[in-house]
């Protein structure tokens, strides 16, 4: 760890991707991360190594294919219309079970939208996205000090399971300035060797990197290890925060920008006297129902807050069931809502 | 009476190259003969295992089986842009992409063009046989005016369809790519002539000079609805009355 | 002790870069901070705003329902903050270019001629938005002149542009005894 710096998140999302040892990263212009593309476009040739603007999300994507299946760290950036573009190369990077690290900086939507910040992709970074039964770990940075470690996270995650992993940020954390410390870096050579990859077929047999099977018992197969690669992430990597959950009345439910937002919500309110708690899940995929659930035995309501009409909520809802009451607020079309707006929704749900 | 083999010679053989597996094509077919050419190129520059071959979408998808070399198979039309980041990631690896038709000149239009463009120093093998083959005999970028194609049941209309793309001519106008040509495997010397160009292609990379691009006129003797024999003289009096063969461009 | 500033004005006035300066100022005072800007096309004229929070605690919230303070360097922007601001809040004027009085009689308000300090006491009219900091400073006493200085220069330099820091200097000095 350095000095402390006052860096944009957009900034600290390329600046860790590099420190994680990304070889290569591939993009296509899009606001609101067009910094996190300069940047990278400023450091990675001046370290040796590769930076390019393709062509199109699609072909950039593809370039992410190529360099995860050679083995190396590799990383692509966008913003919502970027990433549905995107999604093509994402089915095919999780059926050919490829590490890399895929950025969103969530904007409003759907269609064109706006470059407001919203979190309205939730459903599309968690439920798979493009064509197929697959998933990718999503993580859910609430500050540019987090979007910096999970992005570190993300590299050594993707490794491990051999996985797209994304990163689900916004427009205003993208933005935003906050001091950060970065983490060391990593020599890209200090990696272990990826035994799997395409580096030439010298003195053993050829690897190939496909996510095709024409017989149905040997799809079935590649599902079936999927599916159980799932279960053991599932199993080892859920990530939240809880504050002030310990005997709080009602809990709010909130991951991302919002997530950071509700922190002062539960400072205001509970300098009124009302007893709030939040549930911040930082891992959106695995999404931590267990914890969730098990929160749910003692709080009478949990209060889902986003920026969407209602996408986590239903993850929500799948955890807490009947336990608790699941009521929601969320703003679309780029709408921040403000701690003073969940304040008084918290009230609407208390005795 | 017969001879016994030990008293005889070899004198063609499968190229060490290739593994033992079963082409899929059908006969007549000239994607077995252009896999047979590229493995005798990979033995002859000895490069077969620093090479990565790219598998596309179509009649070729299992391209992957066919070589002792690493293969990626990719998402279809985004061969180039698989290529770029296989050769981006590990220069020291010899990268080439082999597509047909509707993969390089259609669906991969923009990841064609813009790796040529860039000047990827990789291989590409274009492999133009007019339709698609996979899929049941569909019109394709280069499909004939006139053809008769499944979706052009009264032949290839320009009015509605368009003419077919000289792509690699359009290619051939970038600043970049080192060699250019079109190549096809109707006779024997046009066999020997595109076996040159392939190895110029391959020398070309191994030498860092840049991109390369061979397009090579095919066959589809299943969804023509010709014979073998009469497929090749349609290449050979008619396909290349609208694609002619030469060297486009050859800044080696 | 949580403190929450607007910098608000035209495109080109330079409220981006003084924010940014005011939350490096603050992070290297000791204090948790954030800048957030308004991004999109007005960062390409029209009007630009951000919003910077100040705080001894880690900072929730990087956006706010009352700032404690509103730097309004045109009309426009005093149009739309002035409802946005927590009783009490400071609101540092350019008389310049806002030819009104405040509204609201529960806030604080200094006025200063950004545009004429600029021109003719610094020397240089690019340098309004050091004058507004300065007024800023001088009127809330968020942070010491001093620390906005270091972080003015510091700023400065790493752009490549350290002649200017003598300039700025005097420009906040300016802005800080116009206050």
Redesign the interface.
Known sequence: MGERLLLRGNEVIAEAAIRAGCQCYFAYPITPQAELLEHMANNMPRLGRTFIQAESELAAISMVYGAAGAGVRTMTSSSSPGISLKQEGISYLAGANLPCVIVNVVRGGPGLGNIAPSQCDYFQATKGGGHGDYRLIVLGPSTVPEAGELTMLAFELADQYRIPVMILADGLLGQMMEPVELPDPIDPASLPAKEWATTGAKGRAPNIILSFEMDPEGLKQINDDLQAKYRTITKNEVRYEQTDTDDADIVIAAYGTIGRICKSVVRMARAEGIKVGLFRPITLWPFPTEPLKALSERVDTILSVEMSAGQMWEDVRLAVAERAKTPFYGETGGIVPTPRSILNEVKKHVR | MSANPKNMVKVFERPASLTDAKFTYCPGCHHGLLTRIIGNVLDELDIADRTVGIAPVGCSVFAYLWYKADSQQVPHGRACAVATGIKRARPELIVFSYQGDGDFASIGTAESIHAANRGENITVIFVNNQIYGMTGGEMAPTTLVDQKTTTTPLGRDPKVAGYPIRFSEMIATLDTPIYVTRQALFDTKHIMDTTKAIKKAFQNQVDGKGYSLVEVLSTCPTNWRMSPVQSNKHVGETVTKVFPLGDLVDRG | MERSIIIAGFGGQGVILAG?IL??AG?DHGL??????S??PEMRGGTANCTIVLSDE?????????ATALIAMNLPSLDKFEHALASGATIVVNRSLIDCLVRRDDVKASYIDMNEIARDIVGNPRTINMVALGAYVKATGALPLQAVKDAMAHSMREAGKGKFVEMNERALDAGYNAA
């Open positions: 940014k939350a490096q992070m948790e901070v954030t800048w957030l800007p991004y999109g880690l900072v929730g919230s990087p956006i706010v329902d009352e």
